[in-house]
């Protein structure tokens, strides 16, 4: 069974410090994991995919299968940092991801 | 491509009545997938269907929740009789392309019964 943990479901943190979000998962299969924001109040947007090693607002993430971690990370964050961060995964052939329960994250002035 | 859309953005209904949800998926791809967000449980994933058949409805949580997918470029998602415990967001998405990139998602129906 796919399954995601996010295991804060608030973080607050101040303009210019450091962020990480964690997410772990469990999956027998080859996995594919995914980052989404959602700021107040709108859709959910994709904001990293493992598999393109991009960085995205400055966002990173690296897929650690030894730990079977996708942790998201900023080196210094900012206000309009602040949403909803879900951690998705997915592996199958029919596209159905699995989403964590998200992190809410504050970043104050 | 405009996307996913969602109708309405918002609905206020009385416990009992029926409510439906529509969605317009992203033309030309297969699957499409409804979620339901609350802040207790986060995205749960309800019901997805490819080629308009429904693959998975387990996550369904009553039978007071049906989904239908008529054609390829429409869904409804209908709540019979309604209740206060169903006010949520409602989210209907499609995958991005036909890689596994993820989802687009429409902007969802905040749905609240009162």
């Known amino acids: 069974a796919q399954r995601v943990t996010q295991p804060e479901k608030l973080l607050s943190v101040f303009k210019g410090a450091p962020v990480e979000l964690k997410c772990n998962y469990s999956y027998s299969g080859s996995p594919e994991l995914f980052w989404y924001v959602q700021y107040s109040r709108q859709r959910l947007q994709l904001l990293l995919r493992h598999i393109s090693r991009e960085s995205i607002k400055g966002f990173t993430a690296d897929l650690n299968k030894g730990e079977t971690s996708f942790h998201l990370k900023k080196p210094f964050a900012q206000e309009e940092d602040s949403a909803m961060y879900y951690c998705a995964l997915g592996g199958g052939s029919n596209y159905k991801l699995t989403f964590g329960k998200g992190t809410l994250l504050t970043v104050n002035p | 491509d405009a996307g996913v859309i969602q109708s309405p953005r918002h609905e206020v209904t009385e416990m009992g009545q029926e409510v439906t949800l529509r969605c317009k998926p992203i033309s030309g791809h297969d699957y499409l997938f409804w979620y339901r967000q609350t802040m207790m449980r986060g995205l749960e994933l309800l019901i997805y269907?490819?080629?308009?058949?429904?693959?998975?409805d387990s996550g369904m949580p009553e039978d007071r929740f049906s989904a239908k997918m008529p054609n390829a470029s429409f869904s409804t998602l209908k709540i019979q009789p309604s209740e206060p415990r169903d006010s949520a967001v409602y989210f209907c998405?499609?995958?991005?392309?036909?890689?596994?990139?993820?989802?687009?998602f429409g902007s969802g129906t905040r749905l609240t019964v009162v």
């Open positions: 998405a499609s995958p991005r392309n036909r890689d596994s990139d993820g989802y687009t």
């Open positions: 269907f490819n080629n308009n058949v429904p693959i998975d």
